[in-house]
């Protein structure tokens, strides 16, 4: 992960000592559990506490020597220990260290994300409420189509990425698992119990069956899950790009004092935060499949995967907390302009009324398929000549057989479209029931 985008504290859990660190903890809660059992003599945990040490570059070297860094980091960690040194990794394989650390640094990276979506649903629950009833043009394959509620749109985000935060809970609490079944999974040289003691003790569940390795499909659940929920960000980010164009202008990002939008021109502020956060969601979406080609490995295990996950699980969750941060800042400081909204409506020449002139000509007896014909002709004539629709229904002689001036004129209120706004933030904020 390139460090422009990495933020703390999630990028320190995947630092190299992090992770030597944890291979150290899942090794001591081993340790324990053998003790705990009277498998070896009491004290050895201590002992081994006290004199393990995580010299990095002390790992590197060696490393540099084996050609395997679990061994490196064994060979560095035992070299200033007595007899007990024996116990360290006893009946473990290196996958049973590497695999349970990862599940450790996955639910970490996990609850951080959480709490970075938790805060920006509720900016997003915050500016929603604010802008319930305003109203705004709400577009169909970007046409004008009908009035809507700019809080709505927000709420629309808001309970998507709280669906986001559900999946993702459950993801992580899926990846919340260990192994320390041995070299092919058979506990041949380690028992069960043993395993859950000490996966117990580092807030873990054994995997039901293992290979040597904790099956990948839980990983790529999580990918998926973490796609998801970036491909939501990206949305929100996509409405707020366009709106932000120059001829609608209905928003716009936060711009700070002394900050600058072009090298050349001067006048220019650009959505640089969602065009960003688009390009994220690209390379997050993209991962997911590096994540199910992980899945397939040859019999009890090979390495294939290894080299992959070095770099998607940190870019991945680097990536998603980064723009779960940077939305929540974005939704807090959106400048909203409801005048520009107001003054939009004037572009369609309020056409985005004719499904309301339709319906209340059937109300009146007219049948729909005559109704639609009549207000699509005026529609398409108002389209090509420029005339105002409302003007056109005004006058229209055929329409005032159904409907009177008064009647007709009530028909072009954009609040009406709002009436049933209420009902949907109080469905929304009582978990969609």
Known sequence: MIERYALSPLKDLWELRAQYERWLEVELAVVAAYEKTGLVPQGTHDKIASSARVDLDSILKIESEVDHDVIAFIKSVTQNMGDEARYFHLGLTSSDVVDTALSLAITESGKLIIHALEKLSEALKERAVAY?????????HGVHAEPTSFGLKLLSFYVEIKRAIDRLKKATENCAVGKLSGAVGNYANISLEIEKIALTELGLKPTVVSTQVIPRDVHAEFFTVLAIAASSIERMATEFRHLQKTEVL????????????????????????????????????????????????????????????????????????????????????????????????????????????????????????????????????????????????????????????????????????LRNVGQIFERAFDGGN
């Open 132 to 140: 319930k009833d305003v109203v705004c043009m709400g577009r169909t």
């Open 250 to 417: 209905e928003v716009q990002e936060p711009f700070r004092e002394g900050q600058r939008g072009s090298s050349a021109m001067p006048h220019k502020k650009n959505p640089i935060i969602c065009e960003r956060l688009t390009g994220m969601a690209r390379i997050v979406r993209s991962y997911v499949l590096a994540s199910l080609e992980n899945i397939s490995l040859w019999h009890e295990r090979d390495i294939s995967h290894s080299s992959v996950e070095r770099i998607i699980f940190p870019d991945a969750t680097m990536l998603l907390y980064y723009m779960a941060e940077r939305s929540a800042y974005l939704v807090s400081n959106l400048v909203v302009y409801p005048d520009r909204m107001r003054e939009n409506f004037k572009a369609s020449r309020n056409l985005v009324f004719s499904q309301r002139v339709m319906l209340s000509l059937v109300d009146r007896g007219m049948s729909r398929e005559d109704a639609y014909q009549l207000v699509q002709r005026l529609s398409m004539n108002c389209w090509n000549s420029g005339l105002d629709f409302k003007e056109v229904v005004l006058s229209n002689e055929e329409i005032a057989q159904y409907l009177d001036s008064e009647e007709a004129i009530r028909l072009f209120e954009p609040e009406y479209y």
